[in-house]
Structure formats: C-alpha cells, structure tokens
C-alpha cells in the first residue's frame, strides 16, 4: 500500500487512494491535520497538537516550522539531543506512518510525499532522506500544486482548461500554471518564494505589537513569546472573519491591550503582498500566458484564506478566485492521488501527469572578450527553468588551456549571467589527456532531471572514454548513505509515545500551557492537573476517558473565559 503524504510546514497529513476514492486518516486525537512540531522528554518523542502546546511549556524541548531548513545542516538542540531537520521530519512521519498503520492495519512501506514546487535539488534530497529515516520508500516526490490540482482537477471533471494554482501555506509560497484536458494534467510552468508564507505575515503582528507597546521581542523570555505568537496567530485568524480584533495578554507581569485592523493589517502586508506579485508575474511569463487566458485560480493552503489574498487575485487577474475543495486537504488529497496512480489503481489508470523542473541548472564557463582574453565566471545554462521533467541534456566543453591534465565542471543552479549570482551545487574533476591539443580534448556533461525533480551530472572525457557522476559532497545540506544508516538507528531509540496515550498527553501538555499563560488560575490547573495524573494511575480505561472529558470542557471553559 503506497501512502500520499503532505508534509507540510506548519501541518501535515497521510492518506491513501482506495476503491472509493482519496481518504485522510485521522491521528490519535481524531484529526486529519497533525501540526508539524517536534518536542523531546527524556528519552521520548512527542509529535503534533500536544508538542504544539509545549512550544509555551517547554520551548527548549521544541521545535515547529523546521521545513525551512531542509537542505541545510541547521542543527536544532532539544533537551540532550540535536537533529537535523530531516530527522525533525522524520519523527513527523513515524506519526503520520503510525497514524495510517491504526487505520490500515499494516505499517505502510512506500509513499509519495509532497513537497514545494520551488524546492531545490538539495531540499528534495534531504525530504527523501527524511523518507528513509522514517522507514518508508519514497516512491514519488510530486510537487505541491501539481497534487492540489490532480486533487482539484479530478473532483471537477468538467474543469478542463488552464489554471493557476496559487499555494500560501505556513512558510512557502508557490505557484503553478497547469493544463488539464481529457485526463491529461500538464504543468507548464512553477515559481515561488521558499520563504515566505502564513509566519511571515505573523511575523508582521508580532513586530507591530512589539512596536506599539515599546517591547523588543528579541528581549522576551522564550515562553513569553512563544505565548505572545501563539495568542497572535489566534488573532490573525480571527482578522479573516473580522473588521477588527483585540488582544488582551499579561507579559513580565504587566497587562497589555492591543486592537487592530483589516486596514492597518492590509498595509503592514503589503510588502509581502508585492513580494507574491513577482513569483506569479514569472509564471504567467514562463507559461507564455496572458491573464485573460486563464480560466480558473485555485487558492489552497491555509494561509489563502486571508481576505487579502483573495483581493490580490482579483485585483491581479480581474476575477474571484476559486476554492472548492477544502484548502488544507487538497495537497494531501492529490498526494494520496499520485500514490494511488503509482500503485496502477484501475479507475486511475487514464491520467497522465507531466510536471516541470523550478530553475535553470548549467555550468560555469569561460568567455573570451573582445580583446581576444578570456573572462571566467559566466554561467552557460544546460537545463532551462520549465522544462517539462524527465529529461536529460547534453553540452560539449573544451579545455580554456593547452597541455592541461584535468578539467573541472562546476554546476550551478540559477537565473543570473554571472555564476557568482548562481547557487553552487557541486563540481567534478575529470582527468584529460595533456597531449591532445584542446579542441581534440573535449568532455561531455549530461545533465539528467528526473520525474522527482533530482538532478543527476555525467561527465566523460570524449578521447578517453572516462566517466564520473556528480557526487555533490559538498553540500552540506546532504546526507550520506552511511550517514542515514548510522542516523536510523539512532532514531529508533527514540520513542514516540504510544498512541492510545495521544489524547492524555495532548490533554496534560495543553494544561501545562494554560498554566504558563494564566498567571491568575494557576491554582484552579494545577488541582486539575494532579487529579487527572492520579486517574491515569489507575489505568482504568473508561474512568480515565470519563475525566478526560470532563477536564476539556473546563479548559474549554476556561479558555474561552479569557
Ligand atoms: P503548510 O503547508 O506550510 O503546512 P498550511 O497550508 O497548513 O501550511 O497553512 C498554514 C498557514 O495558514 C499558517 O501560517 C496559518 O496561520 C495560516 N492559516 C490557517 N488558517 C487561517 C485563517 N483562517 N486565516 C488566516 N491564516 C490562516
Ligand atoms: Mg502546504
């Protein structure tokens, strides 16, 4: 059973395709959205709603939005132990994993994972990677806004034609140009900013409150700004069905008020706003296309739903948005679809999908001016941005030099003329025969993208015959075969709590977070806290359901009070 998984920045989510359709499972507290947090105790592993409340309780122990480091060798402290964030994501899919082994009954081996259109080699590597750390194949890397539209594409039949689907999710921002017609999905052309998305716009709250009361936030404790986010993140849904908001919180003993906005909120974004313009207007350039010639925009992620967004598309492309499907669902919805066409499901079996490669990749060359000398540091595309995926290109390249021994093929990732603007990817170093004249002594480099979007670089000496594959070692954000070997096992000794003890951590972990945030009824939870520790002692199954109950509706209450 291959599964469609979306991991996603700030949530994450599994499913499958069956005979009925695509079909999200729930995780231990009965939701189909598990948030992408991270927190360590001793020597477990908490994942989701009740590691989301320890970001207040315990925030050294914990750790969200770690899809922004992916590719990079960030390492993150928790407690005693550091990660990697293909390791933080790792532990999110051993409980997703987990979550659709209760469901299927068998612990799932393969899956397709979604990852950003705009992703880079490195960061399509370092997800697999996360794959293989969980213990899963990762049959398919499918691009975000190709699965929302396979998703979106196959609930309206009749949605022939070409459309844009714009994905704002928790810290990325992607758009693609797609073509549907007679069960063919063919992307055209995918841009996007890997950092920007819903935090950013937080982010914005965060500063403009500090602002206004003359706080600095870089000078509050961790928990009280991890109090002072979440609060704001409250608010800053609250702005997509309100004119205006308020916000009442105690800091370092003080008590603050703050009221804010559509309008105030709308000009605090609009640097975001304009930054969105550049990815789209790249697209509709790519893909050839005018905005009359579109016939639909598709709005998913969770962070499309603010009012602004939608007023952007209309002002951009003069017409209302569409979002049919639920916009934190499609992703996964189309993942567990390319899941279900790599297992051949029958009724599937007539889509076909193409997809495109995000950016331009090529080597670094010499040009010779006009003066006849030669000028290093130009960058000679071999792969365009766009291209449809697989593919694979081929360039022949001379040494600048007579009698040289060896030459070095330096691959770049990027838009600009100048490699210095690029992004290094790696280099490889070929042995040539010094006593052939120059033009005789010519390479061939191959560069191959595959169907995942994973770039692979063949070098061969054309007089010689010698070949070499890239290895790109020197990019920090990767790791080695024998690395993720020697990772697994360490991984493994790491514990996630059982699931039947889902819904009590998660119960105890929002408690500990109302006590850090309730100066006033510390008294209140705490009894609350003591006495439902004692009736999990007496693992009595319906007792401590039955208490269980009853404490949520007081933090309900509670909550609701404040
Ligand atoms: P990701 O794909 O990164 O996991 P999601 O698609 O789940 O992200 O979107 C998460 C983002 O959506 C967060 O930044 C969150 O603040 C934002 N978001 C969710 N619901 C709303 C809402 N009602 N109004 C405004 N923003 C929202
Ligand atoms: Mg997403």
């Known amino acids: 059973m291959i599964v469609g998984i979306d991991l996603g920045t700030t949530h994450s989510l599994i499913g499958v395709y069956a005979e009925d359709g695509s079909r999200l499972f729930p995780n231990a507290l009965g939701e189909s959205l598990t948030p992408s947090v991270v927190s360590v105790e001793g020597d477990r592993v908490l994942v989701g709603q009740a590691a989301r409340d320890r970001l207040i309780s315990h925030p050294r122990q914990t750790v969200a939005a770690f899809k922004r480091w992916m590719g990079s060798d960030r390492q993150t402290r928790l407690g005693e132990r550091t990660f990697r964030p293909e390791e933080l994501s790792a532990l999110v899919l051993r409980s997703l994993l987990a979550d659709a082994e209760?469901?299927?009954?068998?612990?799932?081996?393969?899956?397709?994972?979604?990852?950003?259109?705009?992703?880079?080699?490195?960061?399509?590597?370092?997800?697999?990677?996360?794959?293989?750390?969980?213990?899963?194949?990762?049959?398919?890397?499918?691009n975000e806004p190709t699965a929302a539209a396979l998703a979106y594409g196959?609930?309206?039949?009749?949605?022939?034609?070409?459309?844009?689907?714009?994905?704002?999710?928790?810290?990325?921002?992607?758009?693609?140009?797609?073509?549907?017609?007679?069960?063919?999905?063919?992307?055209?052309?995918?841009?996007?900013?890997?950092?920007?998305?819903?935090?950013?716009?937080?982010?914005?709250?965060?500063?403009?409150f500090c602002q206004d009361q003359q706080l600095r936030s870089g000078a509050l404790p961790a928990a009280e700004l991890g109090q002072l986010r979440r609060r704001l993140e409250l608010l800053k849904r609250d702005l997509t069905g309100k004119q205006e908001t308020t916000l009442e919180i105690a800091l370092g003993g003080r008590e603050y008020a703050w009221r804010i906005d559509e309008d105030r909120f709308a000009k605090l974004a609009d640097p975001l706003l304009q930054r969105m313009r550049t990815p789209i207007e790249r697209a509709m350039r790519d893909a050839k296309l005018?905005?009359?010639?579109?016939?639909?925009?598709?709005?998913?992620?969770?962070?499309?739903?603010?009012?602004?967004?939608?007023?952007?598309?209309?002002?951009?492309?003069g017409r209302l948005p569409l979002r049919h499907i639920n916009p934190d669902h499609a992703i996964a919805l189309g993942a567990t679809v390319a899941a279900g066409l790599k297992t051949r499901d029958a009724k599937l079996e007539e889509i076909i999908l193409t997809d495109v490669c995000p950016y331009t990749l090529g080597t670094e060359v010499a040009r010779e001016d006009p003066n006849g000398h030669l000028?290093?540091?130009?960058?000679?595309?071999?792969?365009?941005?766009?291209s449809t995926v697989p593919l694979s290109r081929e360039d022949v390249f001379c040494p600048t030099h007579e009698r040289q021994e060896k030459l070095t093929i330096d691959v770049y990732q990027g838009e600009n003329p100048l490699v210095a603007n690029n992004i290094k990817l790696g280099e490889i170093t070929i042995k040539i025969d010094p006593r052939r004249s120059a033009h005789e002594n010519s390479v061939t480099v191959r560069f191959t993208y595959d169907i995942n979007g994973l770039l692979q670089v063949e070098v061969t000496a054309d007089a010689t015959g010698e070949r070499h594959e890239l290895v790109l070692e020197q990019n920090p954000g990767l790791l080695s075969p024998e690395e993720i070997a020697l990772r697994l096992k360490a991984l493994e000794a790491l514990k996630i709590h059982p699931r039947e003890q889902q819904e009590n951590l998660a119960m105890l972990a929002r408690a500990e977070r109302m006590y850090e945030e309730f100066l006033h009824e510390r008294e209140r939870l705490q009894g609350w806290i003591v006495q439902f520790r004692s009736v999990l002692d007496t693992q009595d199954i319906e007792l401590i359901a039955r208490n269980r109950e009853e404490f949520g509706r007081a933090l309900d209450i509670l909550e609701s009070q404040l």
């Open 102 to 142: 209760a469901a299927l009954g068998e612990k799932p081996t393969e899956a397709v994972i979604s990852v950003p259109a705009y992703f880079s080699d490195a960061q399509r590597k370092a997800t697999r990677a996360a794959g293989e750390l969980a213990g899963v194949k990762v049959e398919r890397l499918i």
């Open 154 to 208: 196959l609930q309206n039949r009749e949605g022939e034609g070409r459309f844009l689907v714009f994905d704002l999710g928790g810290g990325t921002f992607d758009v693609s140009i797609l073509e549907c017609f007679d069960n063919v999905f063919e992307v055209h052309a995918s841009a996007g900013d890997n950092f920007l998305g819903g935090e950013d716009f937080l982010e914005l709250l965060v500063e403009a």
């Open 290 to 317: 005018q905005p009359t010639q579109l016939d639909e925009i598709v709005l998913v992620g969770g962070a499309s739903r603010m009012p602004l967004i939608s007023r952007l598309v209309s002002r951009m492309f």
């Open 375 to 386: 000028q290093k540091g130009f960058f000679h595309p071999i792969i365009l941005r766009n």
